[in-house]
């Protein structure tokens, strides 16, 4: 049924300045069950890659989502992205052991490369969507890929254009899984460390970039949506905001230098 939501962890009231009168929001994280799948290694420098390859797919012991290299070896994502799902498929707030994941490379349906990680940083929060459905995870190397810039200075504004982008695919998709740049639109309300707009968005999009209008500049990353079968339905959608999560940039460039993950101070959801 189009516009059915089912929050997971969530009122069926969206935070901040506007409310959507539906049920069914959910992460649009893609479950994999796909277990023939192969990963194709490779060994650094990388030079088949093309500027849009800084979208990249993760991929997990249970689900698919999306990414965005904001780092030569750092990875934007959404927090429910890289936790375990408990016995009955909901997300829980532990951290996915980073040996279990992988990066791949490529907009086409399949990828040129792939990545291990090596660690995964998150906030205490923010693991089922909303504010702070956030984390960044550490590849086991640099690559050589021009990475997008997330926006940390400027928040978003109400009415400013954003378009998201992700390896999605609803089932109605005529086509496989591939990098798909989404109908966007404006932003209608800011809250409590996300963003409210309207949106297509297809399961396996989360965490994918939220783009400025005419630039490359990530505003947040995809967290939850009203979702249908059709990848054109444009329905309510949640995003996280990256400028609230800050520290959370610092604290993946020093564990990727080197840092260990107890010598930092925890990252905190106050506001």
């Not at 205490?124 to 956030?134: A, F, I, N, V």
């Not at 089932?171 to 990098?179: E, N, T, V």
Request: glycine share 12%; charged share 20%; net charge negative.
């Amino acid at each position: 049924m189009r516009g059915l939501f089912v929050v997971i962890g969530l009122s069926t009231t969206m935070v901040g300045c506007w409310h959507a009168h539906v049920s069914n929001v959910r992460p649009a994280a893609k479950l994999d069950d796909d277990s023939s799948v192969n990963p194709r290694f490779f060994q650094p420098p990388i030079a088949l890659a093309v500027a849009e390859d800084a979208i990249v797919r993760i991929v997990g012991p249970a689900t698919t989502c999306s990414g965005t290299l904001v780092d030569e070896d750092l990875v934007l994502t959404a927090h429910h992205c890289v936790v375990a799902l408990d016995e009955r498929g909901h997300f829980t707030s532990k951290t996915l052991d980073p040996a279990s994941m992988r990066v791949e490379l490529g907009g086409d349906y399949l990828p040129w490369g792939t990545v291990t990680v090596k660690a995964v940083v998150a906030p205490p929060c923010g693991e089922r969507g909303g504010r702070g459905d956030l984390a960044i995870v550490v590849l086991s190397h640099k690559l050589l890929i021009q990475p997008y810039t997330a926006r940390l200075d400027n928040p978003p504004r109400v009415g400013e254009m954003l378009g998201p982008a992700g390896f999605g695919r609803c089932s109605m998709s005529p086509d496989g899984i591939h990098r798909t740049v989404r109908a966007g639109g404006e932003v209608a309300g800011l809250g409590s460390g996300v963003i409210q707009m309207t949106a297509s968005v297809c399961p396996g999009d989360s965490g994918g970039p939220v783009f400025s209008r005419g630039s490359h500049e990530i505003v947040g990353v995809v967290s939850l949506s009203a979702m249908d079968a059709d990848e054109h339905t444009r329905s309510a959608s949640v995003m996280a905001r990256v400028d609230t999560f800050r520290p959370l940039f610092g604290h993946a460039r020093q564990i990727a230098d080197g840092v260990g993950q107890s010598e930092l101070p925890p990252l905190s959801c106050a506001e």
